[in-house]
């Protein structure tokens, strides 16, 4: 064996254990992410997945634990509640109260009402209250989500307009990050 032979076999042997070791780094990056991905999807926190993957994607060098020490997933309002609050202030017809729940930007739509902005849909609830004084609500169920728009709320509820008249009504009341109903759809049945 030649001296030019010995060095080529070292300097392959070489490469290969480092080409060996970044694709084993490269394969525990992987399923770590994948696991973590995983997880973030099961715990329906896509918000968190798509920052994983970004700072994945923009620290190129490997993955790492350091890559996902500063992000943290943005913790969704707890829309039963805020959505009971609404409910609350509905039934009390306290409009300073019920305007406290709203985003200046709120929009609210039923089937006879479609009104946009913080103080119309104050003043549209005031017009209910005035046309129909012993009006209340009853929440039957209340289902929490998340969609594109950001929180939400499905509400099965019934609207007791008189001893008499009973409506099935379902709310979906979107959420801002903030907690504020940024809008109210209502339907019949």
């Given amino acids: ?3 030019t032979t010995s060095k080529t076999t070292s300097k392959n042997s070489s490469d290969n254990i480092k080409e060996g070791f970044s694709i084993s780094v490269f394969i525990r990056n992987l399923v770590f992410l994948s696991g973590l991905i995983l997880l973030s999807f099961l715990a329906t926190r896509t918000d968190y997945a798509v920052a994983l993957c970004e700072k994945i994607v923009l620290n190129s060098g490997g993955a790492s634990t350091a890559a996902f020490e500063n992000i943290k997933p943005k913790k969704m309002p707890a829309t039963d509640a805020l959505a009971r609050k609404y409910f609350e ?9 019920l305007g406290e729940t709203l985003d200046e930007k709120v929009t609210l739509r039923d089937w006879d009402i479609a009104a946009e902005g913080k103080s119309k849909v104050v003043e549209a609830n005031g017009n209910i209250f005035k046309a129909v004084p012993a009006i209340k609500i009853e929440v039957l169920n209340i289902f929490e ?6 929180p939400a709320a499905a509400c099965e509820i019934l609207v007791k307009v008189s001893d008499s008249e009973t409506l099935k009504v379902t709310d979906i009341i979107q959420f801002n990050d903030a907690g504020l109903i940024t809008a109210v759809r209502a339907y019949k049945g």
């Fill in 1 to 3: 064996m030649s001296p």
């Fill in 145 to 150: 989500s998340k969609s594109d728009l950001g």
């Fill in 89 to 97: 202030a509905w039934n009390s017809q306290d409009l300073g109260v």
